[in-house]
């Protein structure tokens, strides 16, 4: 349990320190994919950084179709799902 909490320390302290990157999606995925990474066999590196991958693309999947919905309703038209 102690690589799990320290691989979140590590990419929380390491996504803190910059300004430009977007982390949406990525903590909460890192979190999540750590504590299933040493679940599975103390992997749990491996499954932080692939969790931050998988989260960060599902939360930016969520902003586009958000987006798009925004769009649709300011033109008049359903939102396409």
Sequence with gaps: MKIVTTAAIAFT???SGSGAV??????KGAVVGGV?????????LLGAAAGCAVG???AHKKQVEER???QAQAAGQPARH
Excluded: P
């Excluded at 299933?36 to 749990?44: E, I, K, N, P, Q």
């Design 13 to 15: 302290l390491a996504l």
């Design 68 to 70: 798009r919905a925004a």
């Design 56 to 58: 960060h693309h599902m």
């Design 36 to 44: 299933a990474g040493h679940v599975a066999g103390h992997h749990a």
């Design 22 to 27: 977007e982390a949406k999606g990525c903590i």
